[in-house]
């Protein structure tokens, strides 16, 4: 009787994993007991997910979780195709210029080694962008415009609101930002930069015309 409730609760806990995980990002402070379920049932996650086509990608270090299609481009022709169960969304260059600004952000806060969280104000992650920007004599609509982007980078999860009642709300720099933006595409961060501040004001000239 003991074993057969030990294997029901086993098979709930997966029921509930596949189905935040299918969701979504797993993080160790958002959920713990389902974190810890997580650790102690991986090889079966990674089992059930694989007849899906997905891999589960956990850090244990960072604390995140997530699941991503197994199959790379150049592997599509040599495997049967499966539905898309994770979706890829394609970004705009702010966006990617934003991430890319917050990743290299991250990567000076880490090697300071003072805290495990990365808060920034809104006014922090404007003057990040700003200068990659082209002059406008228009402030308030170049705010917006950066606003829109920040709210996009919290939809995809890479950044967290904070609530504060003494000051401008901040923003948690969520680490699973690392997993996305991997140290070499860092390494070539400031061609990068250059592609995208190109994109950027000749977009601007365009719109100008």
């Known amino acids: 009787m003991e074993e057969q409730l030990n294997a029901a609760v086993i098979e709930a806990d997966l029921s509930q994993l596949a189905i935040a995980l299918l969701k979504g990002v797993v993080y160790r402070d958002g959920d713990e007991r389902l974190w810890g379920a997580l650790l102690n049932l991986q090889a079966r996650v990674r089992d059930y997910v694989m007849v899906l086509g997905l891999e589960l990608v956990l850090d244990e270090a960072e604390g995140y979780a997530f699941l991503k299609s197994r199959l790379d481009e150049g592997d599509v022709e040599a495997a049967p195709k499966l539905p898309r169960l994770i ?17 290299k952000k991250l990567a000076e806060f ?95 000239a365009a719109d100008e015309e």
């Open 87 to 103: 979706a890829r969304r394609p970004l705009s260059f702010p966006v990617s210029l934003l991430l890319a600004l917050l990743r």
């Open 110 to 204: 880490d090697a300071g080694g003072a805290d495990t969280r990365l808060v920034l104000t809104r006014d922090d992650i404007v003057e990040l962008v700003r200068v990659f920007l082209p002059d406008s004599s228009n402030e308030a609509r170049l705010i917006d415009q950066i606003e829109t982007h920040i709210n996009k980078v919290v939809e995809l999860g890479f950044l967290r609101r904070l609530k504060s009642a003494s000051g401008p709300a901040g923003f948690e720099v969520r680490r699973i930002l690392k997993a996305f933006v991997d140290a070499q595409w860092l390494a070539e961060f400031d061609t990068r930069l250059a592609a995208y501040q190109a994109q950027l004001v000749g977009k601007e």
